[in-house]
């Protein structure tokens, strides 16, 4: 009796372009939003002259890193096909179980 087998989705066949597509927009939207963010907070308190170190932006921006590098690795680990078959077999999260034809 043969095992059915589910189709392989596209993130287990090109895991490094899944992974690179997460990075991108991780840095798309995060790294222009909250910088933009702590600009406008500069601006704000420049009237009242409270000035923020320069050591906030390199921490604001080394916890994007991290956040990215994060979130690349849990791309990366999704995309494992033992992953998407405990996924498929379990379905703790539905949300999460690759469709079949993806």
Same mark, same amino acid.
């Given at each position: 009796?043969?095992?059915?087998?589910?189709?392989?989705?596209?993130? =287990?066949?090109?895991?490094?372009?899944?992974?690179?597509?997460?990075?991108?927009?991780?840095?798309?939207?995060?790294?222009?939003?909250?910088?933009?963010?702590?600009?406008?907070?500069? !601006?704000?308190?420049? @009237?009242?002259?409270?000035?923020? @170190?320069?050591?906030?932006?390199? !921490?604001?921006? !080394?916890?994007?890193?991290?956040?990215?590098?994060?979130?690349?690795?849990?791309?990366?680990?999704l995309?494992? @096909?033992?992953?998407? =078959?405990?996924l498929?077999?379990?379905?703790?999260?539905?949300?999460?179980? @690759?469709?079949?034809?993806?």
């Amino acid at each position: 009796m043969a095992d059915h087998l589910a189709p392989v989705s596209t993130q =287990e066949r090109n895991p490094r372009s899944a992974v690179l597509r997460t990075v991108l927009a991780a840095v798309v939207a995060l790294f222009p939003l909250l910088n933009g963010v702590l600009l406008a907070v500069m !601006g704000a308190l420049e @009237p009242y002259r409270v000035y923020l @170190p320069g050591w906030v932006f390199l !921490g604001l921006n !080394g916890t994007l890193i991290a956040a990215t590098a994060l979130a690349a690795v849990v791309t990366r680990v999704l995309a494992v @096909p033992g992953v998407n =078959e405990w996924l498929r077999k379990y379905q703790v999260l539905r949300w999460f179980t @690759p469709q079949d034809g993806d």
